[in-house]
């Protein structure tokens, strides 16, 4: 069984940085993909960010290209979303999610079984 447990959100001013984590727990999961996800209020669950944990091979929404980087912590079994320049569009209940089968389409898109979630941490940036 795989866990993963959420922190680090908060409120923040537009254009402030925040750092969030996933701790991970289970069989084999540094051999899975992960994710972080956003959840805005009324909105569906969209996709913001992906990992490989093999390759480190990194995936990122358009809109947070050049301001969120992901990134792995092998020795605290973490993965962190580096979020900086944050707008209140930003705003949202962020879920880290790990991914026991994907692949990588030919133009580098990351295509993912999303089976494991976490709680949610919530970011809000006011506008």
């Known amino acids: 069984q795989v866990h993963l447990v959420e922190s680090g959100g908060g409120l923040v001013q537009d254009g402030d940085s925040l750092r969030l984590s996933c701790a991970t727990s289970?069989?084999?999961?540094?051999?899975?993909?992960m994710g972080w996800f956003r959840q805005a209020p009324g909105k569906e669950r969209w996709f913001v960010a992906g990992?490989?944990?093999?390759?480190?091979?990194?995936n990122y929404a358009d809109s947070v290209k050049g301001r969120f980087t992901i990134s792995r912590d092998n020795t605290k079994n973490t993965v962190n979303l580096q979020m900086s320049s944050l707008k209140p569009e930003d705003t949202g209940v962020y879920y880290c999610?790990?991914?026991?089968?994907?692949?990588?389409?030919?133009?580098?898109?990351?295509?993912?079984?999303?089976?494991?979630w976490g709680q949610g941490t919530q970011v809000t940036v006011p506008s």
């Open positions: 999610a790990a991914a026991p089968t994907y692949y990588y389409t030919a133009d580098g898109r990351l295509v993912a079984n999303w089976d494991y």
């Open positions: 289970g069989r084999g999961v540094s051999r899975y993909a």
């Open positions: 990992i490989s944990l093999v390759d480190s091979r990194t």
